[in-house]
């Protein structure tokens, strides 16, 4: 009878033990996290699929006004709350998608973190992306391919690559053509300052004929 209170026991004590394993170093979406460098403003990114476009620290703000420091930094937590250390880079990955059709899309690779996790569970999105498309949307953190449930980051992603298929061509530049003669699009304001004008047709052309890698 004793024996056998104490194998209940030891079923609950191995239990728990496995449950608390099963937990830890397993990114948990809900406790991680991803903040931008300026947060409170939307901020938007010019990318290209050459790498060529702009750094996270060079972003756009939305409306106009500038660029500033758009950089994420993200800190990955386990379900017990401890600092997943050394995760590598290439699982954690953003993604922008406006949910009605238009969305970045990334180069094979060409949007994951800087570096892997540190000793705090942190590192950064802060280099140029190999990037086209875009999205008015916030920007999301994936781990593995799954989002970070605590939320985004305010920051909307564009490139002359306007049809996203990895290659500023002349579609892109028809395309453009349309809004500049037609009505607004945030697709082809490159700059974000609310006006599709001849500062947008620069950074077209210093787009023409860039490619993913
Ligand atoms: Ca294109
Ligand atoms: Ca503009």
Known sequence: ???RKLMGVLMVALVVCVASMAAANVPDLGLSTAVS????????LYNLPDG??????AAYILGGGGQVDGTITVTLKDGLGANIVNYPFEDLTLACDD?????????VGGAS?????DAFGQTTFSFAM????????????L??????????VALQMNSPDINGNGTVE???????SSTFYGSYSYGADFNADGLVALSDVALLAAGVGSACP
């Open 170 to 176: 002349l579609s892109d530049v028809s395309i453009f």
């Open 1 to 3: 009878m004793v024996l």
């Open 37 to 44: 460098a300026t947060p409170g403003q939307t901020l938007s």
């Open 143 to 152: 781990v593995a391919g799954a989002a970070l449930t605590s939320g985004g």
């Open 130 to 141: 190999n990037a086209g498309g875009w999205a008015a949307a916030n920007t999301e953190v």
């Open 99 to 107: 949910g009605l059709g238009q969305a970045m899309v990334p180069c």
């Open 52 to 57: 060529g476009g702009n750094a996270f620290t």
């Open 113 to 117: 973190a800087d570096g892997n996790t």
